[in-house]
């Protein structure tokens, strides 16, 4: 028997099971009159029809005995144990921000994570969505933020790429930092170029940046962002994974995706590639050098700096064409590496556009 509680907003469905207790009642008839009650004496049906109704009735009574010893109620959850496909399917990702409980192999989440890396920062996803939608995994975001991510959900939707709407201290867990801007991308990482693929397709004018030693990561988003700005398309490190950390591609600004990493064996190699090919080696020394101002530069130019504390070593001083220096007040010995550069690369560009 089922009743009905209807109110405004649900409909309550109630089911009442009958009991031992119920079923002897109903057979002895209403207690109040006396009357209806099933007779005991009454003779049963001795036709095919009884004895198969008798037959039913016995079993559905052993089976009302078994399931009263373990559970009253008609409903019983059944917990399923997930498949190898859907395990293998799914990725942990309590290290990553995510809640899900799954499995993955261990060696298969070494290899995936050694491929992707996070960027946060709202200029930084925008600029990686407009560049290379395809290399986003996953992607995070504060509810204020999403009208202005419109198109990129809709796009992650089509695609179906994961994407959550999350709280900001869940966000601060899936980025791994405070300071996330209110989105965080999984993306696959863009490796570096070898030196000789950059040169083979090159512009006639190509300014390039090489860092040594460099490791800063807001340093190194400074000057991707410096980059971009001024037109220089390649930066050469060591490590290519140094200018995809979340924290350099934030401080870029979306600087990133306008800069490729570039590499080759050893730093010096990579100085003499660019120096074959027809590029300028130019280093810089806060004590000796010309001016800065009485340099040009010609359309095809490198131009070297070195670690926050130290500067360039003595063998990559040696391998300059052109030495210069910054001239200012000298209050200070020298300027931040990433100031160095906005500067350098601006009086580049200006005598280009000149």
Request: charged share 25%; net charge positive.
């Amino acid at each position: 028997m089922n009743d009905e509680n209807k109110s405004k907003s649900s409909k309550v469905k109630v089911m009442y099971v009958r009991g031992e207790e119920a079923s002897s009642s109903r057979s002895s008839g209403n207690p109040r009159t006396g009357k209806g009650g099933r007779s005991a004496d009454r003779k049963a049906p001795t036709d095919r029809r009884s004895s198969s109704s008798s037959r039913r009735d016995e079993a559905s009574s052993r089976r009302n005995d078994s399931s009263s010893h373990r559970n009253d109620s008609p409903w019983r959850t059944v917990s399923k144990r997930p498949t190898e496909q859907t395990a293998s399917a799914q990725v942990s990702g309590e290290e990553e921000g995510l809640t899900a409980k799954s499995y993955i192999d261990p060696e298969q989440l070494r290899r995936q994570r050694q491929e992707e890396t996070r960027v946060y920062g709202e200029n930084a996803c925008q600029a990686l969505f407009q560049s290379r939608p395809e290399a986003i995994v996953r992607a995070w975001f504060v509810q204020s933020i999403t009208p202005r991510f419109r198109e990129t959900l809709r796009w992650l939707a089509a695609n179906r790429k994961a994407y959550h709407v999350v709280d900001d201290s869940e966000l601060a867990k899936a980025a791994g930092t405070e300071h996330h801007g209110g989105v965080c991308f999984i993306i696959k990482k863009q490796t570096g170029l070898d030196v000789a693929a950059w040169l083979s397709q090159a512009a006639e004018q190509d300014c390039v940046v090489a860092l040594e030693n460099v490791g800063n990561p807001h340093n190194l988003g400074a000057i991707m962002r410096s980059c971009a700005h001024f037109g220089a398309k390649a930066i050469l490190v060591n490590d290519a994974n140094l200018l995809e950390s979340g924290a350099a591609v934030r401080t870029a600004e979306g600087g990133a995706e306008h800069v490729r990493a570039v590499t080759a064996p050893s730093f010096l190699q990579g100085l003499d590639a660019f120096r074959r090919a027809g590029y300028s080696i130019v280093t810089t020394s806060s004590h000796e050098g010309q001016p800065l101002a009485s340099t040009t530069f010609p359309a095809k130019t490198v131009f070297v700096l070195g670690q926050e504390g130290e500067g360039l070593n003595e063998n990559t001083l040696r391998q300059g064409d052109i030495s210069l220096s910054i001239g200012g007040t000298g209050n200070i010995e020298s300027l931040n590496v990433s100031v160095a550069a906005g500067i350098l690369l601006g009086e580049w560009w200006r005598q280009q556009k000149a």
